[in-house]
């Protein structure tokens, strides 16, 4: 069997202020087609983004695939104003078929002038181990934007230029680029006493830009001449000391740098540190040329001292550095606690084939300073954290030891899979205690997302679990969509497009956008838009909030979920939002509190109310033959048990496999009109079809509704099926039969058939009694009657078939069940007295 065809050309059009919609024909082949993968990239770049079904992004690799029959996508996080393609590719059972020509380019709003990136701002280069120096860059604004770096070291004694290998650190004449993800690289393998330099080029779309100007040179002590490292600073000869120079805080991380100016300097070197650090580092990369006399430095800490000291160049020579300033502080200085909240980490691939990964986070600055890193790390979708162990670079179950700081970065070299997702976070901890974890990085994956399916026993389609835990059988999966689909019948989904969205959140924060521009139309026919969710690891459609949600539309609240109070229990049911949205573009935001949040699946559906009267005309009819043979094979073990026939009269002996059919509904109390029965249920008794439908109508518990009156078995209206066999035997007998026997041969014999010429005289003798009982039973009764309008036309037809099955000159009693039973008792005490006289 072969492989999936190379799709079609999709088709890509702007879909809202930053999303852009992609649409493709999924062949008709064998095997069928069971997902998608689609990839998209800005027009000439040489890198594809994956596009991740899970969280409606792309993403740098992996990302989670489409499943079928979804053949359109809505994709969010497109810049303005630049052109982007897509292609698509399918799987099969067989594997992945060829990807499809690129889509005609897509842009939102006005195409921007395209160029190569500017040059760089000048790298640092720093001297961090023994034959290893570190550089760090930023990245240039750029149309297109910088999509890789390439980094340029240069022997300032030679002159010879090598680039720096992004996988292994080294110099080669020639390598690879780094992503634009990365803004740092170890050099590894650098010479001892030998000054280096560093620049940076970057690449887009449109290619390479020029290189950046040379950082400030830097060596490695000879270790033959003393120990450790030190950077090597260029020292000028000297002359007066200059002035202390001044800081003045701003905001934003900024602070001023002034300073006296001698007449005869041409330029002025500033070095900045924090308060405490042993090395300095250059304010803007560069000297600053005169007549300039002040400098603002960015990018500092909020709550931290800072001190700078000046040189000047003067007669083509550097002078001595002037004393150290007094310190400054941006803000409030920190006080001395346990670290915060970390940024997310980001989470790298290093060698896909070995499946090893990289864990790279930010420090900041604590009091006291910070002494290690907790680093957590699982797949998507695990109910606990593993941990990396920072001495061996595996996982462990229990807390390892921490990071030692001021790492920022630890590689995660075994225990990992291909085709799983996985997602790190960090904890900064000091001399005072462990500081909270950060929110979860992205979410990474080696290689294509490897399926999970499983086959839908509702729709026979097969679903992709993804992440998601599921731990009931498959012979009992019921997936999300159809659950959503059948959760509420008397609020149906209007198909076909009525799943306006679908969603496994993996953040406790999901933000999307929601066009609407029939919402005016839908209100005119009394069309609702529902919020719905249920738990993947069940086997039921119940309504399932999590522990804490907020929905929150165009930024007003529509409806948020708490918790319940200690000793009350949560009543949970869907939520109509179409209140709180409007015609048009709308922008949702979700934010769900649980602690495994991964379990729940949620969708917003458009709906339409139905009446108990509608859904009555759709439950299927089991003819006359096929209901009688059920009935038979029902009561096969009730055949050939011996049955007693004295236990015709006791009304109060019970059998799970009793031949005795009641006429009377176990809901309303009435005949039963229209009876029905559930389809996998395995008892004989029926019950009013109109009655379970408006009980369920009037029930408020939403989870409670659609249960079995008899065996309690999980019964919705598509389960029901109108016995004929049973419809047969109403027909057949007088109204005041409650009971008949079901006989082995198909027929059925009645119960409690009151004689004729006894009937008007016991219903005299017994009716001042019956009346009197009848009122304490109403008013002691607990349930109701339970008006149903589907049986009132057909009423009174039954009553007027029965009335030609009666014998001529009968006299229809006129006593229930309960008063014939009294009677029957009163009988036996007269007859009683009889005898003794």
Not at 346 to 375: E, N, S, Y
Request: hydrophobic share 35%.
């Amino acid at each position: 069997m072969p492989k999936p065809p190379a799709p079609s050309q999709p088709q890509a059009s702007v879909a809202g202020p930053s999303a852009v919609r992609i649409s493709w024909v999924i062949a008709d082949v064998e095997p069928e087609i069971t997902a998608s993968t689609v990839k998209i990239r800005i027009v000439g770049s040489q890198r594809w983004q994956n596009y991740d079904h899970v969280s409606r992004r792309l993403v740098p690799k992996g990302g989670g695939v489409v499943p079928a029959p979804t053949c359109e996508i809505r994709v969010e996080g497109f810049e303005e104003g630049i052109a982007y393609e897509a292609i698509v590719a399918m799987m099969n059972s067989e594997g992945w078929g060829d990807v499809s020509k690129a889509s005609e380019p897509v842009h939102i709003g006005e195409l921007k002038p395209r160029d190569k990136p500017p040059a760089p701002d000048p790298p640092q280069l720093v001297a961090v181990g023994t034959g290893r120096l570190k550089v760090t860059w930023t990245l240039p604004r750029a149309c297109p934007p910088v999509e890789a770096s390439q980094v340029q070291v240069t022997d300032v004694s030679r002159g010879k230029t090598a680039l720096v290998d992004p996988s292994s650190g080294k110099l080669v004449d020639s390598g690879k680029t780094f992503g634009a993800s990365r803004l740092e690289a170890n050099i590894m393998g650098v010479e001892a006493g030998v000054e280096y330099s560093a620049a940076v080029c970057c690449r887009n779309a449109e290619g390479f830009g020029p290189y950046s100007m040379a950082s400030d040179s830097v060596a490695l002590a000879d270790g033959k001449a003393g120990s450790g490292m030190e950077l090597v600073v260029h020292a000028g000869p000297s002359f007066e000391n200059p002035e202390v120079p001044v800081m003045e805080p701003l905001t934003d991380g900024k602070m001023r740098i002034r300073w006296m100016l001698p007449d005869e300097a041409k330029s002025t070197m500033v070095k900045l540190r924090r308060l405490g650090d042993n090395n300095w580092y250059l304010c803007g990369g560069t000297a600053i040329p005169g007549p300039t006399s002040e400098t603002v430095a960015s990018g500092l800490e909020e709550g931290i001292e800072y001190e700078t000291m000046v040189a000047f160049l003067m007669n083509g020579r550097w002078g001595n550095e002037s004393p150290i300033s007094k310190p400054a502080c941006i803000g409030e200085l920190k006080q001395p606690g346990i670290p915060g909240v970390p940024k997310e980490p980001k989470l790298l691939i290093l060698d896909p084939q070995q499946c090893h990964m990289r864990i790279k986070w930010q420090t900041f600055t604590a009091v006291p300073p910070l002494t290690g890193i907790l680093v957590r790390f699982r797949p998507l979708g695990a109910r606990s954290w593993q941990y990396i162990d920072g001495a061996t670079h595996r996982l462990v179950s229990k807390e390892p030891d921490p990071v030692p700081a001021p790492a920022s970065e630890i590689d995660v070299l075994e225990g990992l899979q291909q085709g799983v997702r996985y997602e790190a976070s960090v904890a900064f901890r000091n001399k005072l205690g462990q500081g909270p974890t950060s929110p979860p990085s992205d979410i990474v994956c080696i290689g294509r997302p490897t399926p999970r399916l499983i086959k839908c026993t509702y729709c026979f389609n097969e679903y992709d679990l993804m992440h998601t835990e599921y731990t009931k059988g498959p012979e009992s999966f019921w997936c999300p969509s159809c659950r959503f689909r059948q959760l509420d019948p008397f609020n149906a989904v209007i198909e076909p497009y009525g799943m306006l969205m679908y969603h496994i959140p993996v953040r406790p924060q999901i933000a999307f956008s929601l066009d609407l521009p029939d919402l005016k139309a839908w209100r005119k026919e009394d069309h609702d838009i529902f919020m719905r969710m249920v738990k993947i690891d069940s086997d039921n459609s119940a309504q399932v909030w999590p522990r804490r949600l907020t929905f929150e539309a165009n930024g007003n609240e529509v409806f948020g979920i708490k918790e319940p109070e200690e000793g009350h229990v949560r009543r949970d049911v869907p939520k109509n939002i179409a209140p709180g949205l409007r015609p048009g573009m709308n922008t949702i935001t979700i934010t769900v509190d649980d602690d495994y949040i991964s379990g729940y699946a949620m969708a917003l559906v458009r709906t339409q109310a139905r009446t108990a009267q509608q859904i009555s005309t759709e439950i299927p009819h089991c003819e006359e033959e096929a209901a009688a043979a059920r009935v038979a094979t029902l009561l096969q073990d009730t055949w050939s048990t011996p049955h007693d026939e004295g236990a015709e009269e006791e009304d109060d002996i019970t059998c799970v496999i009793s031949n005795k059919l009641k006429l009377r509904c176990p809901l309303s109390f009435e005949r039963v009109v229209i009876p029905v029965r559930g389809e996998q249920c395995m008892h004989l008794q029926c019950f009013g079809l109109g009655a379970y439908l408006e009980s369920n109508m009037k029930m408020r518990a939403l989870n409670n509704r659609w249960t079995c009156p008899v065996c309690g078995t999980g019964l919705k209206p598509h389960d029901l099926r109108i016995d004929g066999f049973v419809d047969r035997v109403l027909t057949e007998t007088p109204s005041h039969i409650e009971e008949v026997l079901i006989m082995q041969d198909g027929s059925y014999r009645c119960i409690e058939e009151m004689p004729e010429k006894n009937a008007a005289e016991q219903a005299a003798l017994t009716l001042k009694a019956a009346d009197v009982t009848d009122t304490k039973i109403v008013e002691a009764s607990e349930v109701s009657e339970v008006p149903t309008e589907i049986e009132d036309t057909q009423r009174s037809e039954a009553e007027s078939n029965k009335r030609k099955h009666m014998m001529p000159g009968s006299v229809p009693p006129m006593l229930t069940r309960r008063q014939r039973r009294r009677q029957k008792l009163l009988t036996v005490g007269n007859e009683d007295e009889k005898d003794s006289d």
